[in-house]
Structure formats: C-alpha cells, structure tokens
C-alpha cells in the first residue's frame, strides 16, 4: 500500500514545482554524482596531502604531528637541492628548446601546401607514442659502439664516444631529449591552429606596404600569436617540471643517476613515499612541487600577460 | 580575374615555386625524417635476430616476426595490451560521459551556486597528480583497491580539463534546440543525450582522444598502485620487461613496438579527427 502510494505522492509534488524549479533539481541531480567524486578523489586528498606533511607517517608507525619538521629537513636536505637544480634545468633547456623548434617548423610548415598532411604527421605521431617505450628506444641509442646508433655516428665523424647517460653532465640533456621530441608535435598543431586564427587581411596590408617578411613575423604574427604561445609555454613548463617516465626509465638501475645528477622532483617524491615510504616526508615534498607549478605558472602568466 | 581573387584569398598560392620554397620543404622533410627515426628503428630492429642487432641498417637482412612469436607467447604482453585497453576504455567513456554533462549543465543551466561549482572545478586543475597520490594510494590500500582495476582507474574518472572543454563547446549551443526539445515534452537527462550531444561531436572526439591517449600511455600511477604482474597496464609491463631482458635489444624493442603499433594504426585510421581534437582542445582549453 505505502509502497504505491510513495511514488504517487512524490510524482503530484513533482508535479507542483513550477518549471524553474524543475530545473534546478535537474541540475543538481545532473551534479549529484561528479560533486562526490570531487570532493572525495580531488579535494579531500589535497588536503591530506597537506595534512600529511606535517606528520611523520611512515607506514610503519601512526602518524604524529611534527609541525614543520618534514619542511626544515627537506631544506637542510642536499639532495633536495640538488634535485631542485635538476628540476630547474629541466624546465630552462626543455621550454626554450621546444618551444624555438616547434615555433619554426610550424611557420614554414603552414606554408606549405605540397604534402602538408604527410610532413605534418611525420613531426606529430612521436607525440601520441608512450614515454616509456621511447625511453627505452633512445636508451639503446645512448649505448656505446657497437650498440647505440649516436656512438656510431660521432666515430664515423671521427669524433670520440660520449658517455651520454653515464655522464654526469651529460646525461640531463640526454634524458630531456626524448621529452622534448614527443611534445614537438602537439606545439607544432597548436602553433599552426594559432598562424591559422590570424586574419590574412594583416598580412595583405603589411605586404602592399612592403613590410620585409623578419619585420612581419616581429611585429604582426609574434604579438597576434601571444595566446598561443603563453598557453604553450604553461602547459610544456608544467610537463619538464613533472617529467619522470623517462628518467625513471633510461638509467633504470640507478633512477635519477649517475650521482642523483638527472633526479627531478617527481622521481624523488616517488622513492621517498614509495621505496623508503616515508609517506609525512614525501608529502612535505609533493606541497614544495605544487607551490613550484604555482609558482612558475602565475610568473610566467604575469610576464607574458605585460608584455 | 577568378584567379587573381583566388591568389588574394591564399597570399601563398600567388608565389610560384622558387627554389627557397624547394629547400625550405626539403629542410621540413628531412626534419620529419629525423623526427620518425627512433620510430622507424624501433620498429626495424623488432624484425631483426640478435645477430642483426649492431648491424644499423634501418632496413633489416632477413626480416622476420620470430621476436613478435617470442614475447607474446607467454601472454604476459596480452594480458597487459588488455589491461591497459580496459582501462583506458573504461576511464574514456566515464570522462565522455560526465564531463559532458557537467560541462553542459554549468554552460545551459541557471541555478544558484553555478558559479562556485565551476570554480571548484576548475581550481583542481591546479593541483598536481602528484600531490594526490600519496592519500590515493591510502585510500586505495584502506579499500582494498590496490592491484584492481578499479584503483588504477578511480582518479581519471572525471577530469576538470575535460569538463572545461565541454562547457566550452555547449555554450555554442544555441538555447532554441534545447527549448525546441522541452516543447515536445523531452525530459532534461534525453534532451541532453537526444539533443545537445550530438551536436558537439567534435568535442566528444577531442575528449575521448585525449583521455583515450593519456590512460594508454600513463606510467606513474599505474606503476604505484600495482604490485602483482597479472594487473599491469601495458606501459609499467613493458618496463617491468625491459629490465629483465637487460642487453636484448631486439626483444625490448618488439616490447616497445607492441605498445606503440596500436597508436600508430589509430592514428592512420583517424588522422584527421586525432589532429582537429588536438587543435581544438589546444585552442579552446
């Protein structure tokens, strides 16, 4: 009996509510679900996260409050700067670098009419291949004669083998290198879809003007293509700061070696929580890598927004 | 006089070739060459025996597929290629699903409080996986989700990049559609559904893409919440691999090809879609 007379009910309130009202319990119901997904999988945990780093949890033993001891022993901590470094010349080689090559491929490329789509997919399918089978493939590249293809090419020039990962100099570069070359080809589409939105009505008039193509490209296609340019230089900052499949990867039998000289923040936060599972003090440092991204984004919003 | 208008509209076509567009074209080529270089010697090398291995050459003596019979026989590599398809495949229809219908309920509906859901959202693009994974790991422990599909899956399965997107895209919408389905009586969940999302396929496209993308090819989350072998996605069984096979390269890079041949045949097959998705989610996100 009541269990008829429950939907009945329910269904001549239903029916009492005006349209608007209707709407509004749509639109609730819609948001029912995603609400609790992210409070409990996005804003709870970040709370944790911060909650964490002041703790000494460590799997082993209940957490404790240490106040801000996670904090004053990562900054005492030369690894940290070391990593930090690391980190930092990630993100200054990688940004510029890719940045300047994509930037140039696409301004040529977009000219280019005779087997557009061809040449264009040739710079775009590193882009949708995963990172860890590609730090392997340019592993074996790095590998001394008579393995690695580099090694092979410097002796045919007569030049010396270089250690590449083995080095400690060398090897950031040589880790960064496979990062830079799958990102190349989502910035070339982007800078393409960015030379594309510029009216050619700009260039036509520059050109009936006689304005030299360098004075065209400084002062018409740069400025017009700022968006695109501060979207790609946030979003290939934030990826160099976050880079680990790589470094993980390439020296797989000393991650972040030789000498913690390619270890970037990621890689250490990874070993702190998940090899010695010094949980308190990993989040400490997961909250030091998310006031970098912070950081580095609003600067460089800032900067680029001014100019 | 039509083909001077032609010649105005596309200030490229006016020029006839000259030998600076030559060089510049060949320059881009061999640049496009170099770029599929690890590619193609990936690929070569997975047809080559171990004797072949120093032998450079890109096209192999004697090719064969004997390295292909070798990995997969075992069935490990199935057992991940299936892993990480169930995975992303899962995680791709809940993010097409939901982040549709947030995007279009914060773009087409007006309530109170519409404003702080969409900045709530939205600040979460703000904080690092990375940040997150500790208390995930915590909660998938406390659940008894670690080694489960669903632990690898449960953080990507909404995204606040995919539900900005979308908002984007239904705010293009014109409202009359969505009147023009409440006059015949359509209720909102199928005016949604029946109405509003097929016109924003292109958007669908780009998020399943994307999300389709980033699930196969995901390394550090995977790698944190999976102990046992049988629950590895294709990304950490190839590492887990790699190491084991130490010095064999032609092994490591069939394991490498196996991973990567499947994107490559999507994308043959969906170039155009692959990169309009990505200029759209570049340019609107």
Not at chain 1, 87 to 100: E, Q, R
Not at chain 2, 149 to 173: D, H, R, S
Not at chain 2, 218 to 223: I, Q
């Amino acid at each position: 009996m009541t269990a008829t007379a429950l939907p009945a009910k329910s269904a001549r309130a239903w029916d009492r509510l005006s349209l608007r009202q209707k709407r509004v319990l749509w639109a609730w119901s819609f948001l029912a679900v995603p609400i609790l997904f992210y409070s409990a999988i996005r804003f709870w945990p970040t709370l944790e996260a911060f909650a964490l780093s002041f703790t000494n949890w460590n799997l082993l033993r209940p957490a404790a409050f240490v106040g801000l001891e996670n904090y004053k022993r990562l900054l005492a901590d030369p690894l940290f700067w070391q990593v930090f470094g690391n980190t930092f010349l990630y993100l200054i080689i990688g940004t510029p670098v890719s940045l300047v090559i994509s930037f140039t491929v696409a301004y040529y490329l977009d000219r280019v009419r005779f087997m557009h789509g061809f040449i264009r997919a040739l710079y775009f399918i590193p882009f949708l291949t995963t990172a860890v089978a590609m730090a392997w493939v340019w592993r074996w590249f790095y590998q001394p004669v008579p393995i690695g293809i580099f090694n092979a090419i410097l002796t045919w020039f007569g030049i010396p083998q270089q250690p590449f990962l083995r080095s400690t100099t060398q090897a950031l570069p040589a880790i960064l290198a496979p990062a830079v070359w799958a990102g190349l080809g989502f910035q070339v589409i982007i800078f393409i879809a960015g030379l594309r939105a510029i009216p050619t009505s700009y260039y036509e008039a520059a050109r009936i003007d006689g304005v030299s193509e360098f004075t065209i490209l400084r002062r018409i296609t740069l400025p017009l293509l700022k968006p695109t340019i501060v979207f790609l230089v946030v979003f290939s900052s934030i990826g160099f700061l976050r880079i680990f499949d790589q470094v993980y990867n390439m020296n797989f039998n000393d991650p972040g070696g030789p000498l913690n000289t390619t270890k970037p923040l990621v890689l250490m936060i990874y070993q702190t929580a998940f090899k010695s599972l010094d949980m308190g003090y990993a989040a400490a440092q997961t909250v030091v890598l998310f006031l970098i991204l912070l950081a580095v984004s609003l600067i460089q919003l800032r900067i680029l927004k001014d100019r | 006089m039509t083909m001077n208008v032609a010649a105005l509209e596309n200030p490229v076509a006016r020029r006839s070739i000259r030998p600076g567009r030559i060089i510049i074209w060949t320059l881009l080529f061999l640049g496009g060459v170099v770029m599929m270089t690890p590619i193609l010697f990936m690929l070569s090398t997975s047809l080559k025996d171990a004797s072949q291995v120093y032998d450079l050459r890109l096209i192999p003596e004697a090719p064969s597929l004997d390295n292909y019979v070798a990995v997969l026989s075992d069935g490990r590599f199935l057992r991940w290629f299936l892993n990480s398809l169930f995975v992303a495949v899962c995680v791709t229809v809940s993010n097409v699903f939901f982040d549709s219908l947030v995007g279009y309920t914060l773009a087409k509906f007006n309530f109170r409080g519409r404003y702080i859901v969409f900045i709530a959202i939205l600040s979460t693009l703000m904080i690092p996986t990375e940040m997150l994974v500790i208390p995930w790991y915590l909660m998938a422990s406390n659940f008894g989700w670690v080694d489960t599909y669903w632990g690898i899956m449960f953080p990507g399965m909404m995204t606040a990049f995919g539900t900005f997107l979308m908002k984007q895209f239904f705010e293009t919408v014109p409202d009359e559609f969505l009147e023009a389905g409440r006059v015949d009586g359509l209720n909102e969940f199928t005016i949604w559904w029946r109405v509003a999302m097929p016109l924003v396929t292109p958007a669908i496209s780009a998020l399943a893409i994307f999300t389709f993308l980033g699930n196969w090819t995901a390394f550090f989350w995977p790698l944190i919440v999976t102990n046992s072998r049988d629950l590895y996605t294709l990304p950490v069984g190839l590492s887990s691999f790699a190491v084991e096979q130490a010095i064999q390269w032609e092994m490591i890079m069939t394991g490498a090809s196996i991973a990567t041949i499947p994107t490559l045949i999507v994308f043959l097959l969906l170039q155009r879609y692959i990169v309009r998705g990505v200029m759209l989610a570049g340019l609107k996100g």
